[in-house]
């Protein structure tokens, strides 16, 4: 007796479903990475400004609020680089 031919089963294709899926884009910004460091670094430096010319510079009238300003430029940093994917 002939042996009957083999069918080849069709390869498992998923049926198309109603729920697209979604696309997330993760990019970041060009400008954050620049200006979060930029804000780090003028933070930085205005600190080390202040005591290396022992409160004379960068605002002498501030005296040692100076400090405060250079953590909130830093701190500005921070909250731009939460921007950042």
Do not use: C, E
Request: net charge positive; hydrophobic share 50%; aromatic share 12%.
């Amino acid at each position: 007796m002939p042996k009957s031919r083999i069918r080849k089963k069709a390869d498992f294709t998923p049926p198309p479903s109603s729920k697209q899926a979604t696309n997330i884009k993760l990019s970041s910004h060009s400008w954050v990475a620049p200006v979060m460091l930029a804000l780090f670094l003028i933070g930085l430096a205005w600190i080390v400004v202040f005591y290396v010319t022992d409160g004379r510079l960068p605002v002498q009238s501030l005296g040692n609020w100076n400090i405060v300003v250079g953590f909130g430029f830093i701190a500005g940093g921070f909250a731009v680089s939460t921007q950042w994917k």
